[in-house]
């Protein structure tokens, strides 16, 4: 089910890698209780997302989403993409999705809510709390401002939560109604990151 798979989503990010291994890394990760994995390699060109993402989709046997490009999921046979608001739009391309294909959609304000993609499999909500991994991201939500965005999402649609989230606040998440958390700093910046991904799945729970 999708909302097992949203669980512990974690996000790659290059720099908070720090020369090690992006595959070992993720399968850490997984051994610790991650159930996805979503590419973000910024601002690298699509030859090189997709060289990563082809590795991640044969090397774990959870779902793996690309971040931003449609395109490249598609290219290495992706579980799914994640997309912002500002990215190229899924409706036109409906058409080219594989059976099963997860479409994820950012939320941050009532206004994206609105313009959302009406088919997405689950929602992004954030960011929760401050967070330095993403340079744009407006004020931090906090958890009743996670509640409020998340009671905006369809029907049936799991909503989970990013943004400065750890095992210390990931609960307070789960209690406001979050089907999951998405981190990246916490399990990609973290020198154990099988006990990070242990961490916050029982923060989870």
Known sequence: MLVD???????????????R????????AVAGGATSVQVRWKPAPAREVAAIARALVSGLDVPVLVNDRIDVALAVGAAGVHLGQDDVPALPLEAHFPPGFIVGVSVGSPA??????ARAAYWSVGPCFATASKSDAGPPLGPEGF???AALAPAGVPVIGIGGIDAANAGALRSAGAAGVAVIASVMGSDAPERAARDLRRACA
């Not at 798979?5 to 020369?19: I, S």
């Not at 994206?112 to 993609?117: D, G, L, V």
């Open 5 to 19: 798979q949203v669980r512990l989503m974690v996000l790659t990010d290059a720099r908070l890698l720090k020369g």
């Open 21 to 28: 291994d992006v595959v070992d890394v993720c399968r850490r």
């Open 147 to 149: 509640r409020a965005l």
């Open 112 to 117: 994206e809510a609105r313009a959302a993609y």
